[in-house]
């Protein structure tokens, strides 16, 4: 954090060191080791915790045009040795300790290479080359130098200075410092042809002695401990890839140069509203995560150069502390009024600059992994840059950025600022984050920073960020090229279309038996007309209470050809759920079988069997269908305490079904249904299947817990697709035969999240089955997105993909706002499978069906899901759990408060709350697997008292007692 000389911090800053000037610090007494400091020994211990790791190597690159005197450079480089003795410094681990000790006779050659005679693109390749083994090997603490100075002669008047220090002896102010000196004694050189060292009072050596013995001002550490008191939240960034548990710190830049007249205006803006450009671009940095994340408590780091007395500004060394800053962010909230808060936070860090940040990691105790830092995950940086000194008329000196191929943290956001304007940089982890997604982040960033400007009083919900290819992605039409059934006014019409043209072909198994085509429209028909001589034609909804049968199948169909719709009800529910649902949906007649008689007769509706003889009556006509006619009606579960019935249309249906056509490749020759069908996730087999004319292969009774059977079943009926939850499909994959599974040609999962083991064992087991991951709740039939699953895409979280079957999600804010690519929304459908609405529930309807703000049409709804969602840079949507107490288990969708308000039904129970159990550990914290054992003794010594160190290794897995005890005696020995 660097600050414009009129700013109110520096002014600030100034007026404190005077207030400090009494307390100077003096020379160390003498002695070859000298301690750290405290921000020295934290990238120390950081070092040990990676070693090998070049991340905290330190580089800066200069082109030199024009003639340089490289004897002079050498000459001079050795003279700012003498001056500054930390350059020569190195860090010794013994008994214990670390210390770090001055090498007074150290000399650091320049390494010089010559491209100049080489062809363009071998030069290139060859810069790349030296740059890379320049800056990319890491520096061992204990072999000084550590420091590499490398000069590349590109043209005979052209030349690359390319710096690289570890950090732990210099900060950027220091490289300003260092690049002075230089350049004096360089100049010197030119005029005198000699130089001379002019030592400094006082060395970094002094400053590390002084600052190991100053007490921490107890003001400070209690202003940070209110400050980061409650949880530290973990910062939702748009990830790409899942985070390893292990950061390697590899790492990318982007930057972006803005135009001279936005630059300007927010100069201009920052001026106006009387904080610095700092305050400014953070405040937009905060938008911006905000807008990511959803996220409203949100901690951001920062580096400042703790050179807090004025003899500190001509010492080189590591001075950077760094502060975190916490905002609170809603959508209330204006831009004035978030800046003027940022405002507040960075004065009141500033101010509390001086409790070292590994005391902060050890009194506030935040939770640690391996893979992020224990308070924050990016951190923003702004920095002034100066004009570069002289090395005097004969050569031109310019400065540029160097990517290392780094990044410390997950995100970085860099904002630059020279005479050309402004310019903005993200240092972004590769393990973590595409270009892509750096690219869109850079997008976004400008039009905030658009938006602020032009108006810096705008509310931040009203901020837009959508850049127009996001719109044209979020509004893109998902309905079919070609609908062979545009003409079709019921479900039952296309399949007995399908059966006439099929009759021989086996419609459905079940149980070992099988009906063909012909069969089931006969059946039917005859099932049909009974039905009829019942309800007079009256379009009623009649349960459809059969096993797994192909009877089930032919009632269904039989039920649909009356003109009347199904309530499917599955015979093992609990008799008062049953209860329920017939009387709720007011049915008046079952279907069921003869043998289940008795089960039924306690209900108020009159029973047929599909089994029973009795006559048709009075032969009465079908009656036609309309696409408005419900098909099916589902319950699902209600948090009132009571189900829904989520009336399905055949226009629904149909749309549903005309969807598969155009998403697949292939129609199902046969489907293994594994599903209940009560469960909306059953209309996909059956209905895709009947439709085309394949073989629809029931599952028999609780076929999901005997896996060997399941397999037996695919390999006897040649089944060709299926669609199960994933974590029964995984499974399957793993406890059955490959052979067993090859008729396989598409695997759909649903219904759940489907995670990125499942398609890894896909892949291994199975990888010429097409797998697809397809999302939708019963109240939009069936599927609204579904993804064609790869084998990369295992590298993060698995899409549920894009809509489909004509249907739009929504990705919205708390405001209705659509959000961004890479924000967290939560998701609405729209389209022509949208139900009209609960059944005789109009103020649930209501709550969950609302107006389409975004359509023209003012009836158009959309269905709020309640499932949080984020674009992938594809488009395609990653699903990220829910906004509410609903869950799943075994594919049974459950609102937790249906279950609270049961309990609370009891006349002694006063309240209830439920908590769904899933085994898996906190979830947002990665379990450490395999850990290496030097590793993980340097990591806990460094942060952890015993009692902690203790529990960490007790949630370590695969550690055996041995391991355990070495583990803890090393660290008692490391205690520093
Ligand atoms: P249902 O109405 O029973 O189909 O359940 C719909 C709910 O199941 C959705 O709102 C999601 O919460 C969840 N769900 C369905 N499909 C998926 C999927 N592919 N990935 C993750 N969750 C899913
Ligand atoms: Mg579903």
Not at 71 to 84: G, I, K, N, P, T
Not at 95 to 119: I, R
Request: proline content about 5%; hydrophobic content about 40%; charged content about 25%.
């Amino acid at each position: 954090m660097e600050f414009k000389k009129e700013s109110l911090l520096s002014q600030w800053k100034k007026k404190k060191e005077n207030k400090q000037s009494g307390h100077t610090i003096t020379k160390a007494p003498k002695s070859s080791y000298f301690p750290l400091s405290n921000g020295q020994e934290r990238l120390w211990f950081l070092q040990q915790l990676y070693p090998g790791n070049p991340f905290y190597n330190y580089t800066e690159y200069y082109t030199f045009k024009g003639i340089l005197r490289l004897d002079y450079l050498q000459a001079s480089l050795l003279l700012v040795l003498e001056e500054h003795e930390i350059l020569k410094a190195s860090f010794i681990y013994k008994d214990g300790k670390v210390s770090q000790l001055v090498n007074s006779n150290l000399a650091v050659p320049v390494a010089l290479f010559d491209t100049s005679t080489l062809g363009e693109t071998d030069k290139e390749q060859k810069k790349k080359e030296i740059l890379d083994r320049a800056a990319n090997i890491h520096f061992e603490l204990s072999a000084p130098p550590l420091m590499r100075i490398t000069v590349l002669k590109e043209e005979i008047d052209k030349h690359i200075m390319v710096i690289v220090m570890h950090h732990i002896i210099v900060d950027k102010w220091s490289m300003a410092i260092f690049m002075e000196r230089l350049s004096h004694h360089y100049r010197t050189f030119l005029v005198k042809g000699t130089s001379e060292a002019s030592i400094p009072e006082i060395q970094y050596t002094d400053y590390a002695y002084w600052q190991r013995k100053a007490t921490i001002p107890e003001d400070q550490l209690e202003y940070w401990k209110n400050q980061l008191a409650g949880d530290i939240p973990t910062l939702d960034l748009p990830f790409d890839h899942t985070k390893p548990l292990k950061s390697t710190f590899k790492g990318a830049l982007i930057s972006r140069k803005f135009p001279k007249e936005l630059s300007n205006s927010l100069l201009h803006t920052a001026k106006e509203m009387e904080v610095t450009p700092y305050v400014l671009l953070l405040s937009v940095y905060y938008i911006l995560l905000y807008k990511y994340s959803g996220q409203e408590d949100i901690f951001v780091g920062t580096p400042i150069s703790n050179r807090e007395q004025k003899i500190l500004e001509g010492v080189i060394g590591f001075f950077n502390e760094t502060l975190i800053l916490r905002a609170q962010l809603s959508t209330e909230l204006s831009f004035d009024k978030l800046i003027r808060q940022v405002r507040k936070i960075t004065m009141d860090a500033f101010q509390n600059k001086n409790v070292p940040f590994e005391i902060l990691v050890k009194e506030l105790k935040p939770n640690r992994s391996l893979s992020d830092n224990p308070f924050f995950q990016t951190m923003f940086l702004y920095h002034t840059e100066t004009p570069l000194p002289s090395f005097g008329s004969e050569v031109e000196i310019e400065q540029s950025l160097f990517d290392l191929g780094i990044s410390k943290f997950d995100l970085t956001l860099y904002f630059a600022e020279n005479e050309e304007g402004l310019s903005a940089t993200f240092e972004y982890n590769t393990d973590l984050f595409l270009a892509t997604t750096m690219n869109r982040m850079h997008d976004h960033l400008l039009l905030l920073l658009q938006a602020v400007v032009a108006d810096p009083t705008i509310n931040i919900s009203k901020i837009p960020i959508l850049t127009a290819e996001e719109r044209r992605i979020i509004f893109m039409d998902s309905s079919p090229q070609k609908n062979p059934w545009s003409n079709s006014r019921g479900i039952h019409d296309i399949i007995m279309d399908t059966a006439r043209h099929n009759p021989n072909s086996i419609a459905v198994v079940a149980d070992g038996t099988s009906i063909s085509y012909a069969q089931l429209l006969e059946e039917s028909d005859e099932l049909a007309k009974r039905i009829v001589s019942y309800t007079q034609g009256r379009k009623e909804i009649i349960a459809l209470a059969l096993p797994r049968t192909t009877s089930l199948i032919v009632g269904m169909l039989g039920i649909l050809r009356s003109g009347c719709a199904y309530l499917p009800i599955d015979t093992e529910y609990p008799t008062p759920r049953i209860g329920f649902m017939i009387a709720d949906a007011k049915v008046p007649l079952i279907l069921t079988q003869t043998a289940l008689r008795s089960k039924f007769e306690t209900f108020k509706a009159d029973q047929m069997y599909v089994d029973g003889l009795e006559p048709v009556l009075k032969p009465g006509v079908l009656p036609t269908n309309d696409l408005q006619d419900m098909a099916y009606m589902i319950y699902t579960s209600g948090s009132t305490g009571q189900p829904k019935g989520v009336p399905i249309s055949h226009g629904n249906i149909i749309n549903s079904t005309v969807g598969r056509l155009d998403f697949y490749t292939e129609n199902p020759a046969s489907f293994l249904l594994m599903s209940s069908i009560s469960f909306d996730s059953s209309k996909a087999g059956i209905f895709w299947t009947l439709c085309t004319g394949g073989t629809l292969v029931l599952s028999q009774k609780h076929l999901e817990q005997d896996l060997e059977k399941m397999a037996d079943t695919i390999l006897k009926y040649t089944v060709s697709h299926t669609l199960m939850l994933p974590s029964l499909y995984k499974l399957l994959l793993e406890n059955v035969a490959r052979e067993k599974l090859k008729s396989l040609k598409t695997v759909i999962v649903a219904g759940e999240i489907c995670t990125p083991q499942v398609v890894e064992t896909h892949f291994e087991k199975l990888d010429s089955t097409a797998l697809y991951n397809e999302y939708g709740p019963t109240e939009a039939t069936v599927w609204c997105t579904a993804h064609k699953i790869e084998a990369k895409d295992v590298s993060g979280k698995i899409p549920i993909g894009k809509p489909v079957a004509g249907a739009k999600i929504l990705l919205l804010d708390q405001h209705l706002n659509l959000v961004p690519f890479g924000a967290v929304g939560t998701m609405y459908v729209t389209g022509p499978g949208l139900s009209g609405g609960y059944w005789q529930r109009p103020d649930s309807t209501a709550q969950v069906f609302m107006a389409n703000p975004f359509s023209e049409d003012p009836g158009e709804k959309m269905y709020y899901t309640g499932d949080l969602g984020r674009y992938r840079n594809d488009g395609a949507i990653l699903f990220l759990g829910r906004r509410d107490q609903q869950v799943k288990i075994r594919g049974h969708r459950i609102e937790l408060a249906e279950i609270e308000n049961l309990l609370l039904a009891y006349p002694t129970v006063k309240d209830a709350v439920v908590h769904l159990e899933n085994g898996s550990k906190d979830s947002k914290h990665n379990p450490i697997l395999n850990p290496d054992p030097e590793q993980l003794i340097q990591f806990m010594s460094t942060i952890l008292d015993d009692e902690e160190a203790d529990e960490l290794l007790s949630g370590i897995e695969n550690l055996t007692t041995f391991q355990k005890d070495y583990l803890l005696e090393q660290l008692e020995n490391l205690k520093v």
